[in-house]
């Protein structure tokens, strides 16, 4: 009586734990990958526009209230500031030291309405003093640009009641209600100039280069965990076959 023949068995047999766990977790860093390269796109686009933008000739408040995209318009300002009642924002940091931006209600005479002006960073390196700054007195020819911030603005912090007030972010529709003024609900920062602390803002927290590098760690996470699957599969297979032409 001749050799039993035996069916080769399968060559690919991951299981079912393995299979069910790619299933999930494939779906998830292909999607995180997809997300940081769309980021990058949406940082691109913000770039383009602040170039395209910061090369116009600046505009008047009245102007830049009929504006249907106000971020990074520039604006022309003329009049004076209301050194009473400053905004800190905290945590800024420049050049790793820690300080705070110093926005100040304007008060621009053509259009009859209040801004608020972000004249830049200035250093608090000992939080148990308040920071110094001082504010230009009489009528000012300022240009500023537009900012709107991704998010929703968060709540007032630290001296929530006083002046100078210490904040996180701006909330302008809030500040203006309390101080009963017609006000311009977007932030405005300086450019450089005499009324200027240090006005270096970096336009995205995130420049492009760097979504993209994290899509392709989430792909090469993905790329990874496929190929440990099908190796799993592989390999669990030819051990099935080597033990089923071992038996007798």
Partial sequence: MGKQYRQPGPRFRPGW?????VLMLLPVLCSLGYWQLS???EKRQILAAEAQRR???PVPVQTLLSEPEPAFVRVRLRGRFDAAHSLLLDNRVQQGQVGVELVQPFMDHPSGRWVLVNRGWLPWPDRRLPPQFETPAGELQLTAWTYVPPGRSLLAVGNATGWPRLVNRLDPPAIWQE??????????R???GPAALIP??????MEPQKHQ???VQWFGLAAALLALFIHLGIHRAREARHASIAAP
Avoid at 181 to 187: F, S, T, Y
Avoid at 200 to 205: A, C, G, K, Q
Wanted: glycine share 6%.
């Fill in 179 to 188: 101080l009963r003024r017609p006000g311009v609900l977007l932030e405005l």
């Fill in 17 to 21: 734990l393995p299979s069910l766990v």
């Fill in 213 to 215: 590098g994290y899509a």
């Fill in 39 to 41: 980021r990058a796109e």
């Fill in 200 to 205: 270096n803002w970096p336009s995205v927290s």
């Fill in 55 to 57: 090369v116009a000739p």
């Fill in 190 to 192: 300086l450019e450089p």
